[in-house]
């Protein structure tokens, strides 16, 4: 046990450093000088201004404004000084404290860790899903257009209004199965060779060239439209949008406003472009597509072959799978598909049996310059 420690004295009134010889005592500090003088502090009377941080000095200071002060390098000194006066101790830091603040910093910062995973993962999807049900449809409306805009410029647009009107038809008799829908669906197509489609919030959809031309019956397309029509009908695209844009565009969605939803069409055509649909909003749009079609009266058979022939196709030529690596788990889907088809019942009734299906692909001989109503 120590009992005498070494340190320097500042009297206030000069720069003067003098050593001197510090005693524990019971009820406050001895301080000897070299030369001879004893001091005496009181620990009701020491204040400590330095000395919490490993190798930092301990500072104690005595007095008003130009107090004395005392300088000890020793930390144990402190270690010491709680052992000796437990009961007036707590006026001053205890360096045994320090591993305790280490591990509760280690702590802590996993706790954040952890909190921020949980939001990201849980949090903030949920806090999307609640956004999204509650924003206006005309929000929806004025962000997919501005979106559609983006991604489907009118000069890329097809509009031949003959095999538009086909498409139509098929919206239409998809559609007449949820008559209770706030949304007014409508279709793009746009002059591109990629295998692609997907969904806008607010009712639109837009289809690539490249994907019409690889089907080969109006069912095959219409099994797309179905999966697209419940990523609106479900609001997944909205809840994307909310849950990764900016903090604006979750302000502009919880408030309703539409003087700047225009200002978010880019932004929102970006984070559509990059973004893929979590598994749960497949499976649910891929079952809901399914009972769509069979509410509808459409053979569920078009959706699988479609599906099927692009995954054939993608290991010849890898731009066919574009529309597939939007959606994970390519054979698994496919099964999956199978298996819900496999437990529909009735004779559907052919889509369009008066229509040459192949005349589908020549949509973009004609290009328009204005986005449809």
Not at 243 to 259: C, D
């Amino acid at each position: 046990m120590k009992t005498q420690w070494e340190g320097h004295y500042l009297d206030g009134r000069t720069a003067t450093r003098q050593r001197v010889a510090i005693r524990l005592m019971r009820s406050g500090l001895e301080i000897l000088a070299e030369q001879g003088t004893t001091l005496w502090w009181p620990y009701a009377e020491i204040r400590q201004t330095q000395g919490f941080y490993a190798g930092e000095e301990v500072r104690l200071e005595r007095g008003g404004e130009i107090p004395e002060v005392l300088l000890v390098a020793d930390a144990a000194f402190l270690t010491e000084l709680h052992r000796v006066t437990p009961e007036v101790a707590t006026r001053f830091h205890n360096p045994a404290s320090r591993r305790t603040r280490a591990r509760l910093t280690v702590i802590a910062a996993l706790a954040v860790i952890g909190i921020t995973t949980a939001l990201y993962l849980w949090g903030i999807p949920a806090a999307a899903g609640i956004v999204a049900a509650r924003v206006p449809v005309s929000w929806e409306e004025q962000l997919g257009h501005s979106v559609v805009e983006q991604l489907a410029p009118p000069e890329k647009q097809c509009t031949d209004p003959i095999r538009l009107q086909a498409i139509e038809e098929i919206i239409t008799t998809l559609t007449s199965t949820v008559p209770d829908s706030p949304y007014r669906f409508q279709v793009t197509v746009v002059d591109n060779p990629a295998v692609n489609a997907f969904a806008a919030p607010g009712g639109y959809i837009v289809v690539f060239r490249g994907l019409l031309e690889q089907t080969k019956a109006a069912e095959e397309l219409a099994g797309v439209l179905a999966h697209e029509l419940q990523h609106i009908i479900k609001r997944h695209s909205t809840r994307m949008l909310i849950q990764h844009a900016s903090t604006g565009l979750l302000l502009t969605a919880l408030t309703g406003g539409g003087s700047d939803v225009a200002t978010w069409g880019l932004e929102g055509a970006r984070t559509l472009g990059i973004l893929r649909y979590s598994r749960h909003y497949e499976e649910e749009s891929d079952t809901e597509g399914i009972r769509m079609l069979v509410a509808a009266g459409i053979d569920t058979e078009g959706m699988i072959t479609f599906f099927e022939a692009l995954r054939e196709k993608g290991a010849e030529t890898p731009e066919f799978l574009q529309y597939l690596s939007t959606h994970p788990s390519t054979v698994d889907r496919i099964n999956r598909l199978q298996s819900l088809s496999a437990q529909v019942e009735g004779n559907p009734v052919k889509l369009l049996p008066d229509y040459d299906w192949d005349d589908m692909h020549q949509i973009c001989q004609v290009k328009g310059t204005q986005i449809r109503p």
